[in-house]
């Protein structure tokens, strides 16, 4: 049986996408209850990640999400009334 292969494609917000998912890391990283609800070991791998990811302060995340809002903007198409 033969498969149908579709081509490689970019989604069309990749760069923002990946700037959300980074911020969704950081702020699990840096949330207390995960630090507190973990074993020792698990805390270990936290804090060496907390080293490598900075601190997300709420204009971070504002920032993000003005961004976010302004590139969605721009993805608009005509709305057709029938």
Do not use: F, G
Request: one cysteine or more.
């Amino acid at each position: 049986m033969t498969r149908i292969s579709e081509p490689l494609k970019k989604h069309i917000h990749d760069d923002i996408c990946s700037e959300v998912n980074e911020m969704i890391i950081r702020l699990k990283i840096w949330d207390t209850n995960t630090l507190d609800d973990a074993d020792d070991d698990q805390q270990k791998k936290i804090l060496a990640a907390r080293e490598r990811h900075t601190y997300t302060t709420s204009q971070d995340v504002i920032e993000l999400l003005t961004r976010v809002r302004d590139e969605m903007n721009q993805c608009t198409k005509p709305y057709i009334l029938k």
